[in-house]
């Protein structure tokens, strides 16, 4: 006859136990939901980019840039048209802030090109203010002639070249 110790008849014990609450099989019928709850999760859905995003700005402006004349920091009707769509936006987003960025062509000093940058960039910040936005909100940077869209030489690329840049962060 074989002689098992208590505790190796306890173990045995304890293993089975173990494995048959394992293979315990689903109820029938699942208890009801708690108190409070009405069904289904009805959280909203974004089908399009998330609210207040760079993404959501891009979307839902007209653009993020407008353009300028040679040596000229005013405002023509259709930057008014585009800048109004930012507004919009920036109200209705009010914990949103951006940088305006002031560009040039690669025509000029770098020193003149940086201070008309600077001119171009606070135009718009101004306009938005102007529409409602918080000055505080924006940011303005000049970058002259220092990060052209348009590489060539020609009337084409400089018209590209000349703008402000409203940047939401990412």
């Known amino acids: 006859m074989i002689q098992f110790s208590k505790t190796a008849v306890l173990l045995a014990a304890g293993s089975a136990l173990a494995l048959g609450a394992c293979s315990r099989s689903a109820p029938d019928e699942l208890p009801p939901p708690p108190v409070g709850t009405t069904g289904p999760d009805t959280t909203p859905t974004y089908s399009g980019p998330p609210p207040g995003s760079r993404e959501d700005f891009l979307a839902n402006t007209a653009s993020d840039t407008i353009f300028f004349e040679t040596d000229s920091h005013d405002i023509d009707p259709e930057d008014r048209a585009i800048l109004d769509s930012q507004a919009a936006w920036l109200v209705a987003n009010p914990g949103v802030r951006v940088t305006i960025e002031g560009h040039c ?11 008309l940058g600077e001119r171009r960039a606070n135009a ?16 303005v940077i000049s970058y002259g002639k220092e990060r052209p869209i348009a590489l060539g030489s020609d009337a084409a690329s400089w018209a590209q070249n000349r703008r402000a840049v409203t940047v939401v962060p990412m």
């Not at 718009?124 to 940011?139: C, K, Q």
């Open 105 to 115: 062509d690669e025509r000029g000093t770098r020193e003149y090109n940086l201070a």
């Open 124 to 139: 718009a910040s101004n306009y938005l203010a102007a529409r409602g936005v918080d000055a505080s909100r924006m940011t």
